[in-house]
């Protein structure tokens, strides 16, 4: 059943190539939308060109700087988020003074759209990539942020009160009770936060750099280099994946004591 | 001597969900364990049973009334009681084995030898080999004997069970309650064993004490089980003796259970 259905997902794929293909390419079909044959190529590249770029580019090397830069400003926004997020949320969580004090400037600061910010942090930290970080830091610490303080108030009175009774110091529950829950709500959320740590880096990029891939998707598009501007979305689009696949592996080995729905091993 | 627990007038009265009123669950409740008493309490569904313990464990202030351990006034934590819970209270994230070292890797104690005694334990409640598994990988009866030797790790002179066996099998059931009661003999801990089984309240106990129905409860009844000890949990249930007793204490239960359900159902239908 699951190679049948590898097969057909790839056969979509080949099939959505081909159709690009077959519509772009000029003087292939009569013209019907444009009269100039080069047209629909000018707006939605070639896929077999695009191809091309892609391949030069690992041939030649030339994108391993910049995959490196992307992946970097992704994996330090992704820490440094989380990191945050998880001391705030904590502290929030246990102190309700202090999340009561703070709870409508926490809302506004979710509800602006911090991608306006990139100028800003590019002004403070310069072209290089700590202005990307900055930028991909606000969108994960938000999302960190809420899983973390909505965990500590959702841990189990009993669990706590089990621990209490065993003994467990006020710094103990933190320890031991509070912050194992909580991490487990990260982890819940580490699918959103990395893509949004990608997010940040691509669009800090893409908004004002001198490296990565959302500075060459840039560069292309300045000079109207369709083929490379959709080469570097599927680059990142592939990334991205990658980037996943390898947080579902992460998961899987911190998570072990989740319950999954319907776990039994299959017979062989 | 001063009793081992002792609860004095004590009131709980909760505000009622729909956020106006109160709700009296229980309501001058006297109640006092001797030191190396095996008390067993009983009362119909949703009467108090419950914050009654969590009273005696000092997890619950009650909104009037005291309670001395061993003649001293509790505040805060009672930290000679070891507390079961009826609700699932084990650490998910943690394994058996790692569940049952918490308390005393609270306590300071090494690794090792917390872990040397947490592995005797698993395999006095017989889950030997089931250390590395998780909560949720365990089954419910299971879970139960892990937080009772999650308790008794750590021997506290005060044991305060919340039905801790109504999720077993009636073979485990019985094996487990003989344990406890080879525990106990050892040492004589005061229990105070909460239950819906009037059975296992009765072959277990050195009294019985009965809730009346809520609102306002209050114990209605005090049987004392002159039962011989040691006892055999499955044997003494054959003899005349306890037979009489049964007989005598349900007869006593049984309007308030009646009583209970039907005021548990108004509740929620009200
Ligand atoms: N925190 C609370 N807030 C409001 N009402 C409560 C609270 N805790 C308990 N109650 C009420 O007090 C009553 C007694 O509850 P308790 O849990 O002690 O019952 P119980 O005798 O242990 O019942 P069961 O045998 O079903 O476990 C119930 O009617 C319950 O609804
Ligand atoms: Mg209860």
Redesign the pocket.
């Known amino acids: 059943m699951k190679r049948r259905l590898w097969f057909w997902q790839a056969l979509l794929l080949a099939a959505i190539f081909g159709l690009w293909h077959v519509a772009t390419a000029p003087d292939l079909l009569p013209p019907i939308v444009w009269d100039n044959p080069d047209r629909a190529a000018f707006f939605f590249g070639e896929p077999l060109k695009m191809f091309v770029v892609i391949r030069d580019w690992f041939v030649s090397g030339e994108i391993y700087p910049h995959l490196w830069v992307t992946l970097q400003e992704t994996a330090l926004a992704f820490v440094i988020g989380s990191l945050l997020g998880l001391a705030i949320g904590l502290w929030l969580g246990l102190t309700p003074f202090a999340s009561m004090l703070l709870d409508p400037y926490i809302k506004a600061a979710n509800a602006m759209p911090r991608v306006v910010l990139a100028p800003i942090f590019m002004v403070w930290f310069g072209l290089g990539i700590w202005s990307k970080v900055a930028l991909g830091v606000t969108l994960v610490f938000f999302i960190v942020f809420f899983n973390v303080y909505q965990g500590v108030k959702e841990v189990s009175p009993v669990v706590l009160s089990n621990a209490t009774m065993l003994g467990a110091s006020r710094r103990q529950l933190l320890r031991h009770v509070y912050l194992p829950s909580a991490t487990s709500w990260v982890f819940s959320s580490l699918h959103t936060s990395v893509g949004m740590a990608f997010v940040g880096a691509v669009v800090g990029e893409y908004l004002g750099s001198a490296r990565g891939v959302g500075y060459l998707i840039h560069m292309a598009e300045g000079a109207f280099d369709i083929n490379t501007v959709f080469a570097g979305i599927l680059v990142l689009t592939v990334f991205a994946l990658v980037l996943d696949f390898a947080v579902s592996a992460a998961e899987k080995r911190l998570l072990v004591w989740r319950p999954v729905q319907g776990e039994t091993e299959p017979q062989l | 001597m001063d009793p081992a627990v002792s609860l004095e007038k004590v009131t709980c009265t909760f505000a009622a969900k729909s956020g106006e009123g109160h709700y009296t669950a229980v309501k001058d409740v006297d109640l006092a364990i001797a030191g190396g008493e095996f008390v067993s309490v009983v009362g119909p569904t949703g009467c108090g049973?419950?914050t009654l313990l969590n009273v005696a464990a000092g997890l619950l202030r009650p909104s009037s009334g005291a309670v001395k351990i061993h003649g001293e006034p509790l505040a805060g934590i009672n930290r000679r009681a070891g507390y079961m819970f009826?609700a699932e209270s084990l650490m998910p994230w943690r394994s058996a084995l790692a569940n049952v070292t918490a308390g005393l890797e609270f306590r300071g104690e090494e690794a090792a030898s917390a872990r040397a005694k947490a592995e005797g334990w698993l395999e006095r409640v017989g889950l030997a080999g089931f250390g590395d598994r998780y909560p949720h990988q365990l089954s419910g009866g299971m879970r139960k004997r892990v937080s009772l030797a999650q308790m008794l790790i750590l021997d506290p002179q005060i044991l305060l069970m919340?039905?801790p066996f109504s999720a077993l099998d009636v073979q485990t059931r019985q094996l487990m309650e003989n344990e406890l009661l080879e525990l106990w003999s050892a040492d004589r801990k005061s229990v105070i064993f909460?239950t819906h089984d009037l059975e296992e309240a009765i072959s277990l106990s050195d009294r019985v004490v009965v809730l009346s129905a809520g609102p306002a409860t209050r114990p209605i009844g005090e049987y004392v089980i002159d039962l011989p000890r040691p006892r055999d949990v499955s044997e003494i249930r054959l003899t005349p003796r306890f037979i009489e007793l049964h007989d005598r204490i349900w007869h006593a239960m049984k309007g308030e259970v009646l009583k209970g359900y039907a005021q548990t159902r108004n509740r929620t239908s009200g």
Do not use: A, L, R, V
Request: aromatic share 0%; net charge negative.
């Open positions: 049973k419950s009826q919340d039905e909460i």
